[in-house]
């Protein structure tokens, strides 16, 4: 599976969009972009994922890049309660495997 | 839907003893998996389940550590002896299947070995 690099963390006003980065140049063409958060002390959980079309549902949206090396995953309204630990992670559609990697560290400020 | 279930929620035992960690997936979801987490190595997946079948247990550091699951609503972890360094917070999730896009993780049980 591909390799993910993020930043370690970010902050954001409440209210604001959040913009969180993803690159990921080493993916290939059967992996799929997901994004998982982890707010403190609790599982991990889904918000979204892509193969090549931008997606958008209730939690996010994530915009992937024509040549699928990065990708933005966008919280339009943060509230305080988006702040988590967010994850990037390219996988296989073949193996449902998820390997999580740091992360970014996503601060929602007042 | 109660979600996935873990217990315990805290586990605190002594270094050498057997400790089992039980994971009741989501009703219907035919995928599981366990994962570990600690601060120095972040979230890793040890092993992980297809209709009861370990499909891949290569993220399970050791002999010590075994998984299993008997049926489609109950899996263990098991470490036996457990040493210190055992010490995380231990997370299991259900999918539906294999492949799958979503899969749902419990409130993981925090061990301590002493």
């Known amino acids: 599976d591909a390799k993910t690099t993020q930043p370690p963390s970010m902050d954001c006003a409440e209210g604001r969009a959040a913009n969180l980065p993803c690159n990921h140049s080493?993916?290939?063409?059967?992996?799929?972009v997901y994004w998982y958060r982890q707010i403190h002390s609790q599982g991990p959980q889904y918000i979204i994922h892509?193969?090549?079309n931008n997606e958008t549902n209730e939690m996010a949206s994530l915009i992937i890049t024509e040549d699928r090396k990065s990708s933005t995953l966008i919280l339009p309204h943060a509230t305080l309660r988006d702040t988590a630990v967010y994850y990037c992670?390219?996988?296989?559609?073949?193996?449902?495997?998820?390997?999580f990697g740091q992360g970014t560290t996503l601060q929602v400020k007042p | 839907d109660a979600g996935v279930i873990q217990s315990p929620r805290h586990e605190v035992t002594e270094m050498g003893q057997e400790v089992t960690l039980r994971c009741k997936p989501i009703s219907g979801h035919n995928s599981l998996f366990w994962y570990r987490q600690t601060m120095m190595r972040g979230l890793e997946l040890l092993i992980y389940f297809n209709n009861n079948v370990p499909i891949d247990d290569s993220g399970m550091p050791e002999d010590r550590f075994s998984a299993k699951m008997p049926n489609a609503s109950f899996s263990t972890l098991k470490i036996q002896p457990s040493e210190p360094r055992d010490s995380a917070v231990y997370f299991c999730a259900s999918t539906l299947t294999l492949p799958s896009e979503t899969q749902y993780f419990g409130p993981g049980t925090r061990l301590l070995v002493l």
């Open positions: 892509g193969l090549k």
């Open positions: 080493t993916i290939s063409g059967n992996e799929y």
């Open positions: 992670i390219v996988s296989s559609s073949n193996t449902g495997k998820l390997i």
